[in-house]
């Protein structure tokens, strides 16, 4: 029998052509006018986002990701002249976004840098900004082969400020233009709250109040959670097959009483966009794991990329059957695993669980918590596409037929879909 594992799954047959012009380079003037391909039971049909109410199961519960995109884009110029790009990914020092963003003394981040060689280890460069709170010098120091040490000279500002001053919002490469004013609005969810993301969890930029205010009338309720979502989710997979395809880590936010709430609600979530998913799964997945290993620290919560297949230190056992694997891999129920979450924050007192998580969800996955997901249509070769299989198996081909062929717009800006297997 041929190993099940997912490790195996060659990127190859996650492919189909997506034509330049399908790619939509700005979104629509009215968001809830995009078109909505909704899968139900194997049916396709096409609507538009707007009748979003009306096509959700009676009672779901919609979770949304409420993270916000950072301008974490910084262009620095030398006395030569010479361009400096840095992308600011994530906070090293302090390791928190919120304590980082709202720092007036200093902070370090691990960066992208463009024209690294014009950019040595232990070199500094600087900026005079002017602003509210009158004028300002940032310096960018590289300490490390991808962190920058961030100081300035005026601690009115913050360093979350100083990007709202001087940064560019990092709009998807993809997209092939520079990013744009409208971008500054366009590119956020209207839900936006929690800064740190430096891509859009772009299944929610379909949403306005509007929308929303029809869910209340259903009777539909709202949850958020964060995920910050990182330049990784650029990363297209180059690997023959996806175990030589290393995950980034992005950073989970969530609060006691939303926690308390998703076990309430249990069978009748709907996750918005992958980036939800993503956090939804990995919840599952660390509270089987608390099962486990209940006296783990806040300090070292985490979930690995193959821990969903049966191993919690990032190693997959040997190739196996599927029985063989079933059998090795412990599965405490959804309601056991939330249960494990809830207890734990409680002995730890914590309001908020905050973890990072590395999980690929690709065919084979089961799914824990989602009943159905909102998402846009993703790039071939992409783990996203991947995700997208696990939850609709091989009919995942028939959706994005039926999208190409009735004239769908694609990626962040482009329309979206309601998966519900």
Not at 52 to 73: F, Q
Not at 80 to 85: D, F, K, L
Not at 288 to 317: F, I, R
Not at 341 to 347: F, G
Request: net charge negative; with cysteine; charged share 25%.
């Amino acid at each position: 029998m041929p190993s099940t594992k997912p490790q195996d799954i060659a990127i190859a047959d996650y492919d189909y052509d997506l034509p330049d012009e399908r790619i939509a380079r700005y979104p629509l003037s009215e968001r809830s006018s995009s078109k909505l391909l909704v899968y139900r039971s194997g049916e396709i049909s096409t609507h538009t986002f707007r009748e979003l109410p009306d096509l959700l199961p009676e009672g779901s519960l919609i979770v949304r990701n409420n993270s916000k995109v950072i301008r974490a884009r910084l262009i620095f110029h030398k006395d030569s002249g010479a361009r400096i790009e840095i992308f600011c990914l994530d906070p090293a020092l302090p390791e928190s976004y919120e304590l980082s963003l709202s720092s007036t003394q200093g902070c370090s981040w691990h960066c992208m840098l463009g024209n690294a060689k014009r950019f040595r280890l232990g070199t500094s460069l600087s900026a005079p900004l002017s602003g509210g709170k009158g004028e300002v010098t940032l310096q960018a120091c590289r300490i490390g082969e991808g962190e920058v040490s961030f100081t300035w000279d005026n601690e009115s500002y913050t360093f979350g400020e100083l990007l709202e001053l001087m940064g560019i919002l990092p709009i998807p490469p993809y997209l092939d233009r520079e990013t744009e004013e409208r971008d500054l609005v366009t590119y956020q969810t209207v839900y936006a709250e929690r800064e740190g993301s430096v891509a859009a969890p772009t299944a929610g930029l379909h949403f306005t109040p509007e929308v929303f205010e029809a869910l209340r009338h259903r009777g539909i309720e709202t949850l958020d959670v964060t995920l910050h979502v990182g330049a990784g989710t650029f990363r297209p997979v180059k690997a023959d097959h996806i175990g030589e395809h290393e995950m980034h880590a992005e950073l989970i936010s969530v609060s006691r009483e939303a926690v308390e709430k998703l076990r309430k609600r249990l069978g009748s979530i709907i996750a918005i966009g992958t980036t939800s998913v993503r956090t939804l799964e990995s919840l599952y997945h660390l509270g089987a794991s608390l099962l486990k290993h209940p006296d783990t620290s806040p300090e070292t919560l985490h979930v690995t990329q193959w821990q969903p297949y049966g191993d919690v230190e990032g190693e997959l056992p040997p190739a196996q059957s599927g029985e063989a694997l079933k059998a090795c891999v412990s599965s405490p129920s959804t309601e056991e695993a939330f249960a494990a979450l809830i207890d734990y924050m409680q002995r730890w007192e914590l309001t908020q669980l905050v973890f990072p998580t590395s999980i690929i969800i690709a065919p084979g996955y089961r799914y824990r918590v989602i009943r159905g997901m909102v998402t846009n249509f993703h790039q071939p070769h992409s783990t996203l596409l991947l995700l997208i299989a696990a939850l609709v198996g091989s009919d995942w081909r028939r959706i994005y037929d039926h999208a190409l062929t009735h004239d769908f717009r694609f990626l962040s800006y482009g329309d979206s879909s309601l998966l519900l297997p």
